[in-house]
């Protein structure tokens, strides 16, 4: 008489994996989050090129700012004023192309009475010539005010330098933040239904009556999403690069990189996910919920735009956001060929909220 042989969790869990990707690939929303929108925002943003609607200007330390220049500046609209950034951060922020200027405006005893020092950064060129552009201006109308126009000196002086730097087009900000959002839109809403749908269609009290452990079926269901994530984040890469120019500074090591953060990020997110699928009570009340974890995210992580474009109140806010995070991650692996060591302090934040996050879902998580 043969024995039987003893059964395999492996080979369920792959089955179950197997499965669960299927279903993902069929199911038109898991596209449409997933690929289709992250897309298309790349592509109208990839399209648009380099259009800017804000300069940003690192004011030195112990610049003038009592003078009739620095007030004119920081009433214009486009040019936002960055003062709280260290010296160094600041030089190496401008060299790097994350801000777009460096000013420095110093008072003189003798005329003229003061000196505008302005570096500028090859990285952003663009942008600073709206900068040149507006100071000439401000200067030109202070000198038309204080003194006839045929009388030198003039009250002021501009001087301008420039910095090296590597061209930090708009793609290069757009596509992590895209990627961003299609990882969470995978973790979030894709775990949540599939979930709750197995729970309310009496799937898992099924499975419970099978030798199948309880880990085969949520590892199973995870190792599809994360699958599919990944794929969609390749498709989003690979087209941003080739297509659009993204830059990849280190190549493959870099793109491999980016997969391994994309990797993290959506098991992350799959957290919150598990904790939709235990408050939801049928499928209609998953999106309610599902948008109240993920809009704000969307709209504050800086998946569009920067984050100092937001009011100072509540810049604090969108900088601990779990999507904040990994953006800024994305980013620096991206643009400055950091590698994931680099970008340990985002890492470990990402790695906090994981543990809160999915301690809620081990207490609210329900399987029947």
Known sequence: MSQEKPYNNLKATLAIAKASFRSIVRSPSSVVF???????????FGFIGGNTVSVDVGVAKGSDTQNPIYQA??????????????????????????????INIQKNTTPPYLTVNVQYTQASQEKGSILQSVLQKILYRIDLATKPSNAPPPVAVLKEATVSGRAYKTI??????????????????GTAFVFLSLRLTLVIKRFFATPVKRYSIVIGEAMARITFALIGATFII??????????????????????????????????????????????????????????PQFLLSGTFF?????????????????????????????????????VHMQLLY???????IYALAVKLFKWE
């Open 34 to 44: 997933t690929l289709l929108f992250p897309l298309i925002f790349i592509l109208v």
């Open 73 to 102: 500046l920081s009433k214009v609209s486009v040019v936002n004023l960055i003062t709280d950034q260290p010296e160094a951060d600041m030089k190496t922020n401008l060299a790097k192309g994350h801000i777009d200027a460096i």
């Open 306 to 342: 920067t984050i100092s474009a937001f009011p100072l109140w509540l810049q604090p806010i969108c900088k601990v956001l779990p999507l904040t995070f990994l953006n800024d991650a994305m980013r620096k692996v991206a643009f400055e060929g950091a590698n994931l060591w680099d």
């Open 350 to 356: 990402l790695l906090l909220w994981g543990i809160g």
């Open 172 to 189: 290069d900000f757009i596509l992590p933040g895209q990627l961003g959002f299609s990882l969470l839109s995978t973790g979030v809403f």
């Open 238 to 295: 690979l087209i941003g690069h080739f297509a659009f120019g993204f830059t990849l500074i280190n190549g493959v090591v870099t793109f491999i990189n980016m997969l391994l953060l994309s990797f993290i990020g959506v098991v992350i997110f799959m957290g919150f996910g598990f904790v939709v699928s235990g408050i939801a009570k049928n499928e209609s009340s998953v999106p309610p919920i599902a948008n109240l974890i993920t809009l």
